[in-house]
């Protein structure tokens, strides 16, 4: 079975402008987050989709965004970029049902973003 | 407030050792608990999850402890392997809803010495 795949791996952009991951789950999973990684902050839940809808949201601006697709495809979109925005930006997938103690997050290989 | 603490930085250990991470909590509501490996420029690797109702799960060379009263979980890693060099990441969730939202500690670089 593939394993979560992100687009880009690697992205260069200015402050102000947008910019727009993907994500594409683990066939069958329903459920996918997205968390940051900084340095300083560690990782960092964003949000939750699960059939489309946002289930659940971290502690970040409006600024952070996303959706879902009908295939569970997933992406961020974070507008008006910051320095601070700068970060390795994490999707996991998961069954996304069930209790929760039997159901395991996976996470794909990240997209590096630089904000210049 | 950091709701997930991994105290030690940095921890170097001799192949064939025993490896131990520790990880502590606070927030009560925590009832599974997951360890992932992370390589540089890589997401984190599953390693091994253990729910609140035992305090014990092996895996192979892993093994995973949880002591509730003291909210204190640690991996154990028998025997140490070169391979095992990474940074270790403890990870909770909690039981409110059905979300998936996992609080991450700060990660723990392993160095195991050949």
């Known amino acids: 079975k593939a394993g979560v795949t992100q687009t880009p791996r690697y992205l260069i952009k200015t402050r102000g402008q947008q910019v727009t991951l993907s994500c594409s789950p683990i066939s069958g999973h329903r459920s996918v987050s997205w968390y940051q990684q900084t340095p300083g902050q560690g990782l960092q839940f964003l949000f939750e989709?699960?059939?489309?809808?946002?289930?659940n949201k971290g502690n970040f601006p409006g600024r952070f965004s996303g959706r879902q697709f009908s295939n569970s495809r997933s992406e961020m979109n974070v507008s008006t970029l910051e320095l601070g925005d700068s970060a390795l930006y994490l999707c996991?997938?998961?069954?996304?049902?069930?209790?929760?103690?039997?159901?395991?997050?996976?996470f794909g290989p990240g997209t590096r973003l630089t904000v210049l | 407030d950091q709701q997930v603490k991994q105290n030690s930085p940095s921890l170097s250990v001799q192949e064939g050792r025993i490896s131990i991470l520790n990880c502590d909590y606070t927030?009560?509501?925590?009832?599974?608990f997951l360890w992932y490996k992370k390589y540089p420029a890589e997401g984190p690797t599953f390693l091994i999850s253990i729910s609140s109702i035992k305090d014990k799960n092996e895996d192979g060379r892993f093994t995973v402890f949880l002591n509730k009263s003291a909210k204190h979980l640690s991996l154990h890693i028998v025997p140490s392997q070169p391979g095992d060099s990474a940074v270790y990441f403890c990870a909770a969730s909690t039981r409110e809803g059905s979300a998936r939202q996992l609080t991450f500690g700060s990660g723990t670089q392993l160095t195991v010495l050949p």
């Open positions: 989709y699960f059939s489309e809808t946002q289930r």
């Open positions: 996991a997938s998961s069954s996304g049902v069930g209790p929760r103690g039997t159901d395991t997050q996976y």
């Open positions: 927030n009560s509501m925590f009832d599974y």
